[in-house]
T-cell receptor, first 113, second 111 residues
């Protein structure tokens, strides 16, 4: 099916473990984004990518790593998970340019114990 | 730096009444402004955007928004609310390639 998908949808992990959240889009959009959503903070940008092999930090990048070897995939890795990284993570994509709409995935709920 | 404020955490309206969800922004240049809606356990869905031109923008599901440059506002409106409009609404400003979202406003429409 076309669109933007995220996996897993739910994840429970322990402090200190490495976790990778996957994001896949079928539109060949050039831009992809990772946000976290927390109560009282709205959405905060973690990282974004303008094209394959081009990534840049957002508002809250510490503790996260991204890569973009293919246009359609944009995985987000928590190298050593902390409780403060318990959140809902959303991936989004857009067709580039400042005026383009972002399309969001369904989200991944991550609980770090 | 750019910022977005949604001054109301919660808006309650009766079905059939008009609704307004407020948004103000701060950015150094000309902004691109967006409204998104989020239903429970779902990602954000695009409603409408202002790029340039007419200050009144019409979007999905009967929503519209008015851009007011002097008041730096971009309030979301609908003439007649539906119970199914109940959701979390986010305003966003995009400038210099980055998007900044407000904290969201929960809209509850009561029958």
């Amino acid at each position: 099916d076309a669109g933007i998908t995220q996996s897993p949808r739910y994840k429970i992990t322990e402090t200190g473990r490495q976790v990778t959240l996957m994001c896949h889009q079928t539109w060949s959009h050039s831009y992809m984004f990772w946000y976290r959503q927390d109560l009282g903070h709205g959405l905060r940008l973690i990282y974004y990518s303008a094209a394959a092999d081009i990534t840049d930090k957002g508002e809250v990048p510490d503790g996260y790593v991204v890569s973009r070897s293919k246009t359609e995939n944009f995985p987000l890795t928590l190298e050593s998970a902390t409780r403060s990284q318990t959140s809902v993570y959303f991936c989004a994509s857009s067709d580039g340019g400042a005026i383009e709409t972002q399309y969001f995935g369904p989200g991944t709920r991550l609980l770090v114990l | 730096a750019q910022s977005v404020a949604q001054p109301e955490d919660q808006v309650n309206v009766a079905e059939g009444n008009p609704l307004t969800v407020k948004c103000t922004y701060s950015v150094s240049g000309n902004p691109y402004l967006f409204w998104y809606v989020q239903y429970p356990n779902r990602g954000l869905q695009f409603l409408l955007k202002y790029i340039t031109g007419d200050n009144l923008v019409k979007g999905s599901y009967g929503f519209e928004a008015e851009f007011n440059k002097s008041q730096t506002s971009f309030h979301l409106k609908k003439p007649s609310a539906l119970v199914s409009d109940s959701a979390l609404y986010f305003c966003a400003v995009r400038y210099a390639g980055k998007s900044t979202f407000g904290d969201g406003t929960t809209l509850t429409v009561k029958p």
